[in-house]
C-alpha cells in the first residue's frame, strides 16, 4: 500500500509528451476525420449514457490513460476498497459505502464480519419509521400527524440528502414536507421554523459524529423553539437522530430509542445511502428509496465489473487527471439540465473537494503535482446566462460535464424539449467553436471597418471539452447510478494521485480557530492574540455589532 511514485513512472513521461504532441489538434476535425467518434467513445448503462467524444483525446490518449490505472494499481485499490481494508489509513477505517447499497442476502465483509445485515437491520427500522410517519400513525404531542420534516445536519450530512431529495421532487410525498437546515446562520433555522408549526414538526438531527456543533446549534436552537409549545416529555415524537455517536445522542436528550444508526467506514460525503437518507426517504418512501440504492448497487457491479476501456466511472476519471494534470486545467464544471438537479453541483463539489484537495499522499509523502480540481456548476439554461461567455471566449481550459435528462416529469408544452436544444447545443459549440468563415458570413454587407472591429469578437474557438451524462428520465433509479457514478470517479483520481480521499483533515484548523475567536468577540480588552488584519476585524464586530 505505499505511494507508487506515480509521477516517476514511464507513462506519465509519456502522457505529457502526448499532451504537447497533441494539443494543437482540434476536436472539430478530429470528428470531421472520423464518423465513429460517438460510436467508440460513448458507454451505455441502463438508461444512462455517457457521450465523451467531445474531447481533447485520441485512441492513443485513453491507451495511455488506461496504462496510467493500471500503473497506479488501480486494479488493487478497487479490491481494497470492495474487500472492506483499511484505506482510509489516517483514520484506520474501512470505507464501504457500496455496502449500503448491496441488496439484501448479499454478504459484505468487514473483518469476517457481514456488515450488509447490520445495514439492512436500519434500513428496516427506517422503513417502519418512515411508513408511520407517512402513512400518519406516528403523532405529534396534541395527536395531529406530521406535516413537515426538518433536516439538521451540515456537510456530508446536508448537501448529499438535500441535492437528492431535491432531485426526486417528483416522487415527494404531498403529506409530509422536508426542510433542510445547515447553516448556523440563525436566518436559516428561524426562516424555516417561521413557517411551521411544533405540533406537527419532526426533526432530524443528522450527525456522523455528534459533535459538529453547526448543527448542535441549531438542534438546541430547535428543541427551545419546540419547547416553547410542549414538554421535555414530548421531545421523544419530535426528535428523532441519525449518527455513529449514541452516546453524544443520549448526552444531548433524544432517546437512543430512535436513532438510526450508522458506520464508521461510511465517509460523510458518502453517507447519504445510509440513515443519513432518512429525510430523503421520509420525502420519497421507502420503496423509491430502495430504488435509489438499487441504481447505486448497479453502478457499483458495473464499476467492479467492466474493463477500464468500458468502465464509466474510470474513464471519467481519467479524462478529469488528463485535464487536471496534463493540460493544467484548474477547474471542472457541472451543468444539469434539470431544476431538481439544483444542489447537485454543491454535493458534489463536497464529494470531491473534500476528498481529493488534498497536497500529500495517503502516507504523508508530499505530492508534486496537482490534484483535485475546483468543483463548480450551475442549472442548465440559467448557467448559460450567467458565466457560458468565459467558456466560450475566455482565456481558460475548462472542461465540463452536461447532464441531461431525456424526459421531464413536469412536462410544459414544449419547454423540456428547448431545455435538452440548449444543453445539446452548447456542448457542439464548445467544441467546434466558429470559424473565421463563418463569422465572416455572418457579417456580411457591413463596413469593412465593422467586419474588423467585430470578427475577432464573433470567433469562438472552440475544442473545449465535456462529457454529456444523458439520462433517459431522472428517477430514483438513474439517480443512484448518477450518485454513485461520481463517487467513484473521485476515488479512481484518488488512487492515481495516490491520495487517501477519505479524510478531511484540512477542514479542522479553521475550526481550531473559530472557537479560539469566538470568546474573544464579547471581550472587553484590545485584541493583539493575532496579525493585525485578525485583530482589526475582532475590533470592528465589536464596535458594531448591536448587543
Ligand atoms: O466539516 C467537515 C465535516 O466533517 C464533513 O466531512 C462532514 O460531512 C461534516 O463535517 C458534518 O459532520 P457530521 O456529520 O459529523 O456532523
Known sequence: MRNNDINASPVWARLHQHQRATRHLHMRELFEQDPDRFERFHLELDGLMLDYS??????????????????????????????GERINVSEHRAVLHTALRAPKGKPVWLEGHDVSADVHAVLERMTAFCHRVRG??????????????????????????????????????????????SNVDGQHLARTLKRLDPETTLFVVASK???????????????????????????????????????????FGIDTANMFEFWDWVGGRYSTWSAVGLSVMLAIGPDHFQDFLAGGHAMDEHFFGAPFEANMPVILALLGVWYNTFYGAHTHAIMPYDHGLRRFPAHIQQLDMESNGKRVGRFGERLDFDTGPVIWGEVGVN???AFFQLLHQGTRL????FIVPMNSHFPVDEQHAVLVANGFA???????????????AELSGLP???????????????????????????????????LALYEHKVFVQGVIWGINSFDQWGVEYGKQLAARILPQLSESAPCLHHDASTNGLIQFFRSHHER
Not at 452548447?426 to 465572416?440: H, I, S, V, Y
Request: charged letters at 20%.
Open 383 to 385: 448557467s448559460q446566462h
Open 136 to 181: 400518519g400513525e406516528w403523532r405529534g404531542f396534541t395527536g395531529k400527524p406530521v406535516t413537515d420534516v426538518v433536516n439538521l445536519g451540515i456537510g456530508g450530512s446536508d448537501l448529499g440528502p438535500l441535492a437528492v431529495t431535491e432531485a426526486l421532487g417528483a416522487y415527494a410525498s404531498a403529506n409530509v414536507r422536508v426542510h433542510y437546515v
Open 426 to 440: 452548447q456542448t457542439e459549440a464548445l467544441m467546434r467553436g466558429k470559424t473565421e468563415a463563418e463569422a465572416l
Open 54 to 83: 467531445k474531447n481533447r483525446i485520441t485512441d492513443r490518449t485513453l491507451e495511455l490513460l488506461v496504462e496510467l490505472a493500471h500503473t497506479a494499481d488501480l486494479a488493487g485499490w478497487m479490491a481494497r476498497l470492495k474487500g
Open 398 to 401: 475548462v472542461p465540463s460535464d
Open 209 to 251: 459524529s455528534f459533535t459538529t456543533p453547526e448543527t448542535l446549534l441549531n438542534a438546541q436552537a430547535a428543541r427551545d423553539w419546540f419547547l416553547k409549545s410542549a414538554s421535555e416529555a414530548d421531545i421523544a415524537r419530535h426528535f428523532v437522530a441519525v449518527s455513529c455517536n449514541a452516546a453524544a445522542v443520549a448526552a
Open 448 to 482: 469593412g471597418e465593422t467586419i474588423d472591429m467585430l470578427l475577432p469578437q464573433k470567433l469562438f474557438p472552440g475544442n473545449q471539452p465535456s462529457n454529456t451524462l444523458a439520462i433517459a428520465k431522472l428517477t430514483p433509479y438513474s439517480l443512484g447510478m448518477l
